[in-house]
């Protein structure tokens, strides 16, 4: 067969090279003049890193593998991951469950029952259950108002800012009962997954193995338009005047408000339901420091008087040594594209930000900068509503031969690499049959 994929990000590229394993003839379009999409890597102190901050998790099993599987595997290190909160006019330390019993901003009665619920969630298989009901009232009724305001709901609007009401209990369980696993038997220290030399690498080795297997791969190279002829794809047109390049099959992996755009013959139904699910998009201003910010990798930020949602401190878990011996700090948000943060520039943002850094250190001072970059993306992450299930798109569209794989469709996990390429394997496997792994 010969198959056009549309997107060359960890679901595009996890195809093409599944697809060219079979012995399909594969071509890869991508907007960007780069690869990897929501993963790609900018050039930081000479090293290379993750425009938005990535790391893996234990249950992340199919990233694992395919590592494994690209000779990547001893670059890839379990380290410590060091998560705080600030709120109360402080840094406090959530590492261990014993940071738990002394974290003072609850009582300690919620502090235990913030125990006994996360213990619940961790053994709670049966998901379905919760799928009629939002993050917010479970939590709220099981854990207290107190968590919620302190500890959950800051968890949840570091990831859904504004949306962060409407996300289904599902989506909360999944973090809770998957990150757990990352504790390892003994229920001590998280720790987290990266590839040394940044994620990156992935896409790289995947784009070698696609090319030597005869597959194209075009960067810089937007589809304007998925050609449809009596309810069958025919092909991709690259510029809106040429005829469209033929195709047998399509596989859209770009968010569905740009698949909406491609394919406006898509029937109602099938539209009706993408135009359903609404994405945060993600802002992110990079510093590049002189000095630390903080001992905590991941500090989500409770307090809401301060403008982002979390600090990441990235060479708080990786050596600075990577990046010329400096700090790199992750300033996050996710919100909607109504937002005024949504539009401000990289140093409007950061002027806004600035005052607020003193809070978690008060000996911050902005000549630390030795530099800063700002990373938008507009669909960062789909808002996984309550009774989500029954919302998901399918891979197959009413199209013939089109089909669309994009994060909209991972559930009950939360989105990540993992479940991208999970996705690009199973769409792959759908496209054409056979050799399935
Ligand atoms: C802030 C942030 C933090 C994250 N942290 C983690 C983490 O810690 N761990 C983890 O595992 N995952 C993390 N992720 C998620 C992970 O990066 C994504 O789930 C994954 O990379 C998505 O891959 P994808 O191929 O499904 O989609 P995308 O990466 O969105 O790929 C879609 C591609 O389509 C291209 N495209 C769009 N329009 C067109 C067009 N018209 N023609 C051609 N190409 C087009 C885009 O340029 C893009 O490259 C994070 C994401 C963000 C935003």
Redesign the pocket.
Known sequence: MNIGI???????LTAAYELTRKGHKVSI????PYLG???ATFEVGGGRLEK?????FKS?TVIIDLINELGLGSKLYWLDSKVGFYCKERIHNFVTPFDLLKFTPISIVDRLRLGLVSLYLQRLNDWPKLEGITAKDWIIKYAGKQNYDMVWGPLLRGKFGDAAEEVGMVWFWGKIHLRFGSRGKTMQKEKLGYLMGSFGQVIDALEQEIRKRGGEIHIST??QRIAVADGRVMGLELKASSNPVPFDAVIA???SP?FLR?VPELPEQYASKLRQIKYQA?V?VVLLLKRSLSHIYWLNVSDRALPFLAAIEHTNYIGRSEYGGKHIVYL?NYLAREHPIYNKSGDELLQIYLPHLRKLNPEFSPDWIEKYYYHR?D??QPIITTNYSAKIPDYRTPIQGLYLA??TQIYPED????Y?IR?GQRVSGIVAPGLER
């Open positions: 549309i997107g060359g990000g960890v679901a595009g379009f991508e907007a960007s999409g929501q993963a938005a901050y990535h790391h893996l992340d937007p589809v992996t770009v968010p740009i491609l993600a992110l996050s993306e669909s960062a994009n994060t989105r990540g690499m993992n991208s996705l």
